[in-house]
């Protein structure tokens, strides 16, 4: 019998973003053909994934894996009641985007100033300018624009980020004119107790409907974040099929939360996540057969017990 806290998440919908086509390719060695990468947004569609990053519209040079965007994007099946979402750096990567048919587009905001310029050559200050000419083409267009915070729990080059840091760049982003802002743990560092501290302050400027999590379980606590984030009101999280994406700062550890991981905790909980658990592990078996390593989802590897 359930009661208390955990109880009271029974029959709540949650809404999954499914980032493994474009977070977790991007950071993977194996290079896919584009029938590959398309037929696997086509079984996570299969999967009824509400939304699904199928990929970035960003230079060639710099991701090679992404050189095929506008294909995957005109090559997939698109299913009713399925988003789809593409990265976009600026407004360049956003016109690219919008000529292959894209309707929903990601921009990507760092939280530590020293990571803004390391990994993208551009400070804060600089990128909010350019999301900023995004999310006013966007509107014109009608795209809605979904944001990230990247660093949020934590910088592999200045550490600890301070909560005033993320509380006032994520209402900088939203203010630009993104629908949600997904709290990113880049490097997997969040613990339970810094993503309830995190959203108590978010929450005195932001409303929780507006925020997402993005996590990483390079140390073992992604579901213990989420768990964190549920408890506080959140009811969007971001995870990638079969726990792809490694991380590039922690070379071995896993990635991406696994969707697989993550659905099997909701079905638990008796949480409406909408996700077929049975086609969502077809999607992950198939990936697998593509990679140079095995699936870091927990779920994915364990032994079939049950069901
Ligand atoms: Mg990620």
Redesign the pocket.
């Known amino acids: 019998m359930d009661s208390g806290a955990l109880g009271r998440l029974r029959g709540q919908a949650v809404t999954l973003v499914e ?1 493994a086509p474009r ?1 977790g390719l991007q ?1 993977e060695a194996v290079q896919l053909s584009t029938a590959d990468k398309v037929a696997f947004v086509d079984l996570l569609s299969a999967a009824h994934l509400p939304a699904i990053e199928v990929t970035a519209f960003v230079s060639a040079a710099w991701v090679p894996q992404m050189a095929d965007a506008a294909d995957v994007v005109r090559q997939i099946t698109r299913r009713p009641g399925t988003r789809y979402t593409a990265l976009v750096p600026n407004l360049k990567g956003f016109e690219r985007a919008l000529a292959a048919g894209v309707t929903e587009v990601a921009v990507v905001l760092a939280a530590s100033e020293t990571f803004s310029r390391r990994n993208i050559n551009q400070s804060i200050d600089a990128s909010l300018a350019v999301y900023r000419e995004v999310c006013d083409r966007a509107r014109a267009a009608d795209v809605r624009v979904r944001g990230y915070l990247s660093t949020a729990f934590g910088c592999p080059y200045e550490g600890p980020v301070a909560v005033d840091a993320v509380v006032a760049r994520t209402m900088q982003l939203l203010d630009c004119g993104v629908f949600e802002v997904a709290i ?1 743990d ?1 490097i997997g560092v969040a613990h339970p107790g810094q993503v309830a501290r995190l959203l108590e302050s978010l929450q005195a400027s932001v409303a929780i409907e507006r925020i997402a999590l ?1 996590l ?1 379980d390079t140390r073992g606590t992604a579901l213990a974040n989420v768990m964190a984030g549920l408890l506080a009101g959140v009811r969007t999280f ?1 995870a ?1 099929a079969g726990g792809l ?1 490694g991380c590039p700062y922690a070379p071995g550890a896993a ?2 939360l696994a969707t697989d991981d993550l659905v099997f905790m909701l079905d638990g909980l008796g949480m409406d996540s909408g996700v077929v658990p049975a086609r969502l592990h077809e999607a992950s078996a198939f990936i697998a057969t593509r990679l140079d390593h095995p699936l870091p989802s927990r779920y994915a590897r364990a032994p079939r017990l049950i069901g």
Do not use: F
Request: aromatic residues 0%; proline residues 0%; charged residues 15%.
């Open positions: 980032v977070d950071n990113s880049t993005h990483h971001d990638a994406g990635g991406n």
